[in-house]
């Protein structure tokens, strides 16, 4: 029977050395270049001592489906070795499956969890629907806050961040914060789906654990549902506990997907972070803009943090409209020829979605002239994007004269 070991340290190694070489190691592949799918629930034990011998340690080697087969290692070593200061990652079937596993994992009833107030909105469902009747209570901050002490009352135990926001593009002060939490024994979460480990390496920056989903950038081709919690070793166990008793499983197939994407995740946000700025920095000189939200132009209020902080970007962000209704933005959005309309991002196409805030803030407001579109820029050529958008922009703005 294969025994699991940690995976191979590729620490020294380039970052598209790492990304074509992590979770390839022998016991995982068995000689083949990607790991086969092993659609598994029942493993057979040659003889009792072998059966007992994994009873005792059944995270050492094959013991049932659920527990993971190589090449869902594969995947969760390959995520491990992206994370300096990893001990381990766990897969999910989803991003928000990644963050309610987490949470679970570290608050109990009479705790108090914090939740950044520009966080994904399932997030807050989770935490405001769920959380609340097992007894625990939510509270929300200003994700602009570097200094949280003052959200801090005895029973807090955790935090849970989300930089940038995925709507407003909030970037968070996250050594301040994580100093901040530590101090106080209190653990911090974040979602680091925007950047990946790849523009941001947050258990370098003091968070205990980060989440991604997987869905988005790692699948990176629509098609896949899936998420991760990478933890340092003190929230490691915790984080086991809590994946294996909430009965936590990924596809197999699905996990040959994503790291199939991960292959190639390098290249892909280096065209997606090109194409988006390109993008952005049109759109902020376009007579019908009024702002846009892309921490990686010197205009974001929370650039100096992203330039400290982040290695680069990648290709979410948003813009608000000078004027005009979210009913307005029929006339822009219905006739986009690029650009689709739908939720999630990440995949090679490119997507408009128009933003209500409405529901999404509970501590904080945001005032804009006009509606917000968050704007997913893919792999198709920044140009023939930009022409797009300059069509629908002289629609939209034609409805006014």
């Known amino acids: 029977m294969p025994r699991r070991q940690p995976p191979a340290d590729l620490s020294a190694l380039g970052l598209g050395?790492?990304?074509?070489?992590?979770?390839?190691?022998?016991?995982?592949?068995?000689?083949?270049?990607?790991?086969?799918?092993?659609?598994?629930?029942?493993?057979?034990?040659?003889?009792?001592?072998?059966?007992?011998?994994?009873?005792?340690?059944?995270?050492?080697?094959?013991?049932?489906?659920?527990?993971?087969?190589?090449?869902?290692?594969?995947?969760?070593?390959?995520?491990?070795?992206?994370?300096?200061?990893?001990?381990?990652t766990k897969l999910y079937p989803s991003g928000v499956a990644a963050i309610s596993t987490a949470l679970l994992a570290v608050l109990k009833a009479g705790d108090e969890l914090l939740v950044t107030d520009s966080a994904y909105e399932p997030t807050r469902l989770f935490a405001d629907q769920l959380l609340k009747p097992l007894g625990i209570t939510t509270r929300y901050f200003d994700p602009r806050t570097c200094h949280i002490t003052s959200d801090f009352t005895p029973e807090t135990r955790a935090i849970l961040l989300e930089s940038p926001g995925s709507l407003t593009f909030e970037v968070h002060d996250l050594p301040a914060i994580t100093a901040t939490a530590k101090a106080r024994g209190i653990t911090t979460i974040l979602d680091n789906t925007w950047a990946t480990p790849l523009r941001l390496q947050p258990l370098a920056l003091g968070v205990d654990i980060s989440i991604q989903a997987l869905t988005k950038y790692v699948g990176g081709h629509s098609d896949v549902m899936m998420g991760s919690a990478t933890a340092t070793a003190a929230l490691w166990p915790r984080l086991c506990r809590a994946h294996y008793r909430l009965g936590m499983n990924v596809s197999p197939d699905d996990a040959a997907l994503a790291l199939r994407g991960l292959r190639t995740l390098g290249l892909r946000l280096d065209r997606h972070e090109a194409s988006a700025l390109a993008v952005a920095r049109w759109l902020e000189a376009h007579p019908a803009v009024h702002s846009v939200l892309h921490p990686a132009l010197p205009s974001h209020p929370d650039h100096a943090l992203f330039t400290r902080d982040f290695s680069g970007a990648t290709g979410l962000f948003a813009f608000?409209?000078?004027?005009?209704?979210?009913?307005?933005?029929?006339?822009?959005?219905?006739?986009?020829?690029?650009?689709?309309?739908?939720?999630?991002?990440g995949g090679y196409e490119s997507l408009a979605l128009p933003v209500d805030l409405a529901g999404c803030r509970s501590s904080t407001r945001t005032a804009f002239p006009?509606?917000?579109?968050?704007?997913?820029?893919?792999?198709?050529d920044a140009a023939d994007l930009i022409a797009d958008l300059e069509a629908g922009l002289t629609r939209y703005q034609a409805q006014f004269a």
């Open 17 to 88: 050395t790492r990304l074509a070489t992590a979770g390839r190691e022998p016991r995982a592949t068995a000689r083949f270049v990607n790991p086969p799918v092993a659609r598994a629930s029942t493993i057979l034990f040659p003889t009792l001592a072998a059966l007992d011998a994994a009873i005792r340690a059944p995270d050492s080697g094959l013991y049932y489906g659920r527990r993971g087969t190589p090449g869902i290692w594969a995947l969760e070593d390959a995520l491990t070795s992206l994370e300096p200061g990893a001990a381990g």
């Open 320 to 345: 608000v409209l000078k004027r005009g209704t979210r009913a307005d933005l029929a006339t822009f959005l219905d006739g986009l020829h690029h650009f689709g309309m739908g939720f999630s991002w």
């Open 370 to 380: 006009g509606p917000l579109v968050r704007l997913r820029i893919g792999l198709e």
